[in-house]
């Protein structure tokens, strides 16, 4: 699949992903969507924070911040709520959870995810 067939798909699973986390209880606080080049260098670049090979600089990843009854979601209970998310995104296909990076939903590509 091409990547932008890849970027559309993430795009419209991510909706879903959304849907399921209010249907679960859980307001969401979108963290990094798209890391820019030129903030965070290229493909295969070190420059700022992240992974030199992010699948966020190619639109295919998202970080997603919990909350529940207005609290922010953190340590076992943000671990519960991600896996309880990351179950439905391996449902809808979406990238493996990469450890030790509990928020992150993403779509592999070429070995990036």
């Given at each position: 699949?091409s990547l932008?067939?890849k970027?559309?798909?993430?795009s419209?699973?991510?909706?879903?992903l959304l849907?399921?986390?209010?249907q679960?209880?859980y307001?969401?606080?979108?963290?990094?969507i798209?890391r820019?080049?030129r903030v965070h260098g290229?493909?295969g670049?070190k420059?700022?924070?992240?992974?030199r090979n992010?699948?966020?600089?190619?639109?295919?990843?998202?970080?997603?911040?919990?909350?529940k009854?207005?609290v922010?979601?953190q340590?076992e209970?943000?671990?519960?709520?991600?896996?309880?998310?990351?179950k439905?995104?391996?449902?809808v296909?979406g990238a493996?959870?990469?450890?030790?990076?509990?928020?992150?939903y993403?779509f592999?590509?070429?070995?990036i995810?």
């Amino acid at each position: 699949m091409s990547l932008g067939k890849k970027q559309e798909r993430f795009s419209r699973l991510l909706c879903d992903l959304l849907n399921f986390a209010h249907q679960a209880g859980y307001e969401v606080r979108l963290g990094d969507i798209f890391r820019d080049p030129r903030v965070h260098g290229g493909l295969g670049e070190k420059k700022g924070y992240g992974h030199r090979n992010s699948a966020h600089k190619l639109k295919l990843a998202a970080d997603l911040n919990l909350t529940k009854d207005g609290v922010y979601l953190q340590g076992e209970a943000a671990h519960r709520a991600h896996t309880e998310l990351h179950k439905f995104w391996d449902f809808v296909g979406g990238a493996e959870r990469i450890p030790n990076d509990l928020n992150h939903y993403s779509f592999e590509h070429g070995g990036i995810r």
